[in-house]
């Protein structure tokens, strides 16, 4: 499985930015797919992660905030961020997992939420 990550960038708090990413490969085998982020001296946290099915499951953080989308006709999952805050500032990572508890990670993409 390989996973493409696009859309990160600057962007001033309030703001809003929409992440992408393409899956391609053994795609049949995930059931899981999702976004993580790694800010500078912090561990990579879960952002939010949408099951085969539409089940998601979203950060307290981010909650009423971001949405977590799959376009499966594009092996696409997207992450629509709105109201972005300074905190929110990381690199965003896209996670496919299978239920044999395989991982597989996308490139990061930087999202900077300053003014």
């Known amino acids: 499985v390989q996973l493409q990550a696009s859309g990160g960038g600057l962007v001033q708090p309030g703001g809003s930015l929409r992440l992408s990413c393409a899956a391609s490969?053994?795609?049949?085998?995930?059931?899981?797919m999702g976004w993580y982020r790694q800010a500078p001296g912090k561990q990579r946290e879960l952002v939010a992660i949408?099951?085969?099915?539409?089940?998601?499951n979203y950060a307290d953080s981010v909650k009423g905030r971001f949405t977590i989308s799959r376009d499966n006709a594009k092996n696409t999952v997207y992450l629509q961020m709105n109201s972005l805050k300074p905190e929110d500032t990381a690199v965003y990572y896209c996670?496919?997992?299978?239920?044999?508890?395989?991982?597989?990670w996308g490139k990061g993409t930087q999202v900077t939420v300053s003014s």
């Open positions: 996670n496919a997992a299978t239920p044999n508890g395989m991982n597989y």
């Open positions: 490969g053994s795609i049949f085998s995930i059931n899981v």
């Open positions: 949408i099951i085969t099915g539409g089940s998601t």
